[in-house]
């Protein structure tokens, strides 16, 4: 199955800001994208509080889609490729979501020891 165009110019982008800042955690995020969709990664609210709690104050990076599974108690910011329409209201009520293409247009000013990749 071919992937969404979005996502062919979401990776170039990724690729691109790699090669230009030179930090790997934009080249993990490119492979990651580019791997079979039967790889992808499906996270629940609950996985992600627990990560939230031992990463208190980081951005929590889901390369893949959040659902709504469990519930927030720790105030988190998220960001991922999408996620379920109630997942996005409870996170939204205790943090911020951002979808991954909007965060990749500043690549430059993001601090790779301020973000944590969900897996």
Do not use: H, Q
């Not at 992937?3 to 930090?23: C, F, G, H, R």
């Not at 790997?24 to 709690?53: F, Y």
């Not at 519930?71 to 998220?78: G, M, P, Y």
């Amino acid at each position: 199955m071919a992937k969404k165009l979005e996502t062919i110019k979401l990776v170039a982008s990724l690729n691109k800001a790699a090669k230009s800042t030179k930090k790997n955690m934009w080249a993990d995020l490119t492979e990651k994208l580019n791997s079979p969709t039967r790889n992808k990664i499906i996270v629940g609210l609950d996985k992600l509080d627990k990560m939230a709690k031992k990463n208190k104050g980081k951005i929590l990076l889901v390369p893949g889609k959040v659902l709504v599974k469990g519930e927030l108690t720790e105030k988190v910011k998220v960001v991922a490729i999408n996620a379920s329409e109630e997942a996005k209201a409870k996170i939204n009520a205790k943090g911020e979501f951002i979808l991954l293409k909007d965060f990749a247009k500043n690549t430059e000013k993001v601090k790779v020891s301020e973000v944590v990749i969900v897996k």
